[in-house]
């Protein structure tokens, strides 16, 4: 939904916000946004979180995207083949697409940047979507000829093209080989985006700088593909930690377009000069349960955690009823959302209260750590807390900083429950393996769970992916590995001289579609 608005006058400056530079002299156009924490690094599909890779993915492309709908299309193959019953994937590159370093893409830059990713000797945890260790096992991965990749498996996998589109995966970016060092340590991007590495200050702001000679689609923008038409000069994220201090910067001009919070969003689309956008998604919001702690490994404890919180509850809260509970790791828009997934444990305290006394609860702390970045993930761990200590859990918040919490979730250790959010997935069976497997950081290592996701991460036929799809829900609640509140409204607050902005459900930014007006 859409809120406009005329622009009336500008609020004083905010408080606390370093705002960097000042415009150059030239009339360059520029967009401030803000971040509510650093990018973890330059180096695409390897140093990563889910900031790092929206700003990744305006500088690289893979050979298939994701469009509006999460169908694949092609990006930098201008088309593909699949052949030899499945196993064979042969990308026809385009031609006269030219890397940031003025350099054109060929087939032997594509094998270079696929070995990056998916070699031996990557660093990149995609590596381990390709080399068998979960399914897909590519067999070879060459260039025939400077227009021509081939990539063969070694059996059929219905989400091979879409494990190749990840966005965590910087959609297995085509990078030129002069990103790396000559000693092979990282240096820089050199990709084929729209825009290339600009100015970064850690800790402060990082730029992205339009690519005067990029190569666009001549389709229409669609999803993370189609054309990418860039007219703003300068992309400009501020560092900034704090909602309040990105809304007050919003409202005072110094910043043109933020991530806000449901509150924020219904009071700026009362507000002249503001645009409020307000779009579903797929990034899922959910509680992490440790199962490998000893006390949260009974099954009867998660399960009273579960009854003791009310998701509708804390969903109309923390969107100010624009939002609503789904449980399910499987998003409303997907085609295989039926009314199976929208099961879950009911709200029930007495009930929950039941199985502690059953599984011989005696008071132990249960830590729930939590962020203040946007995002409602200290809302929603106290709001939990306050639910939990109702029926009788001596539940502990601990307010962490992103990084700490993130290694907490990737060590699998320090915590017993933790207010996360997982990044879209954009196929059910891997809206399940996000948090299924064996890694230390996955919530749910049942090897019969890990068989099913495997199973529909290799299943074509729709009917049959949704039989599995549904045992797997089947399964997620009645094991409680993560308790699910719903898939996050994403709330825009923009100056109304921003044009062109258009959020979908992967919930990434698309800057290439941007316009400054005025």
């Not at 622009?7 to 030239?26: E, H, Q």
């Not at 990078?175 to 000559?182: G, M, Q």
Request: proline share 4%.
């Amino acid at each position: 939904m859409m809120y406009r608005h005329r622009l009336l006058s500008t609020a004083v400056l905010s408080a606390g916000l370093a705002l960097g530079n000042a415009l150059p002299a030239m009339a360059e156009s520029v967009v401030r946004m803000a971040l509510n924490a650093d990018i973890r690094g330059t180096n695409p599909g390897v140093t990563r979180d889910g900031n790092t890779d929206q700003v990744h993915g305006h500088i690289v492309e893979g050979l298939v995207t994701y469009a509006s709908d999460f169908s694949i299309i092609p990006m930098l193959a201008e088309s593909y083949e699949v052949s030899d019953g499945g196993r064979t994937h042969t990308f026809t590159l385009r031609q006269g697409v030219k890397f940031h370093n003025g350099a054109e893409m060929t087939a032997q830059d594509v094998e270079w940047s696929w070995n990056r990713l998916a070699g031996e000797a990557s660093e990149s945890h995609c590596k381990n979507f390709f080399n068998g260790q979960n399914n897909i096992n590519v067999t070879s991965a060459k260039a025939v000829d400077d227009h021509t990749f081939v990539i063969t498996l070694e059996e059929p996998y219905a989400v091979f093209l879409a494990t190749m589109a990840r966005f965590d995966c910087g959609s297995m970016a085509v990078l030129h080989p002069e990103s790396v060092n000559a000693d092979g340590s990282w240096n820089t991007p050199i990709g084929t985006g729209p825009y290339k590495m600009g100015d970064h200050a850690p800790g402060r702001y990082v730029e992205l700088k339009r690519f005067a000679d990029y190569a666009s689609r001549d389709e229409a923008p669609n999803g993370y593909g189609g054309g990418k038409h860039a007219s703003v000069d300068t992309l400009r994220w501020e560092i900034v930690g704090e909602g309040a201090v990105s809304k007050t910067a919003l409202q005072a001009g110094d910043l043109d377009l933020v991530t806000i919070d449901a509150m924020t969003a219904s009071e700026l689309r009362d507000q002249p000069g503001f645009t409020v956008d307000a779009t579903e998604s797929a990034v899922w919001d959910t509680y992490l349960l440790n199962s490998d702690d000893p006390l949260l490994s009974d099954v009867r404890i998660r399960r009273a955690i579960a009854h003791a919180i009310d998701p509708q509850r804390i969903m109309a809260a923390i969107t100010e009823g624009f939002g609503a509970a789904s449980p399910s790791p499987v998003p409303p828009m997907s085609v295989n959302f039926t009314d199976v997934q929208a099961q879950y444990p009911e709200y029930d305290v007495e009930r929950a209260k039941a199985l502690l006394q059953e599984a011989g609860y005696d008071g132990e702390e249960i830590i729930i750590l939590a962020t203040r970045r946007n995002g409602a993930y200290y809302e929603r761990a106290l709001m939990a807390q306050a639910m939990m200590m109702e029926a009788g859990l001596n539940a502990k918040l601990e307010v962490v900083e992103w990084g700490t919490q993130l290694e907490a979730y990737r060590n699998g250790t320090g915590y017993h429950m933790q207010s996360f959010t997982f990044s879209p997935r954009l196929h059910a069976g891997l809206s399940f393996e996000m948090f299924t497997g064996d890694a230390q950081r996955k919530a749910w290592k049942n090897p019969e769970a890990v068989a099913l996701v495997n199973e529909s991460l290799r299943v074509g036929d729709p009917e049959a992916l949704q039989a599995v799809i549904d045992k797997l829900h089947q399964g997620f609640i009645d094991e409680i590995p993560a308790i699910g509140l719903g898939h996050r409204t994403l709330f825009t607050g923009m100056s109304d001289k921003i044009g062109g902005f258009e959020n979908w459900g992967a919930g990434l930014l698309r800057g290439w579609m941007l316009t400054v007006n005025g």
